[in-house]
């Protein structure tokens, strides 16, 4: 299983971002979907969850101005991002829980690479 995330750069601030992240490979059910991120010098945290019932959970620093979406259909996840901050700026990293290969397997979490959010004027 693969994730790799795109639509990251550079925006002024009260800019939008849309972020997309594609899994890919043997997938047999994608449980959680998330978006986590990870500034200079801080942990890493999570921004956003969703689920395959489509519920949602935002950190509170984000609530209002971001939202988590899927296309289940396409295995992709996205994180549309308004009203930026500079503390926004951070690289943001796709999470999913899946399950693999024929289902017999239990499910893991896997992680996209990373992609590079900068919030500046």
């Known amino acids: 299983v693969q994730l790799v995330e795109s639509g990251g750069g550079l925006v002024q601030p009260g800019g939008s971002l849309r972020l997309s992240c594609q899994a890919s490979?043997?997938?047999?059910?994608?449980?959680?979907m998330a978006w986590y991120r990870q500034a200079p010098g801080k942990q890493r945290e999570v921004v956003a969850t969703?689920?395959?019932?489509?519920?949602?959970y935002y950190v509170d620093s984000v609530k209002g101005r971001f939202t988590i979406s899927r296309d289940y259909d396409h295995h992709m996840v996205y994180l549309q991002m308004n009203t930026l901050k500079p503390e926004d700026t951070a690289v943001y990293y796709c999470?999913?829980?899946?399950?693999?290969?024929?289902?017999?397997?239990?499910?893991?979490?896997?992680w996209g690479q990373g992609i590079q959010v900068t919030v500046s004027s």
């Open positions: 999470n999913g829980f899946v399950r693999g290969g024929s289902g017999s397997h239990p499910p893991d979490y896997y």
């Open positions: 490979g043997s997938i047999f059910a994608i449980y959680v």
């Open positions: 969703i689920s395959s019932d489509g519920s949602t």
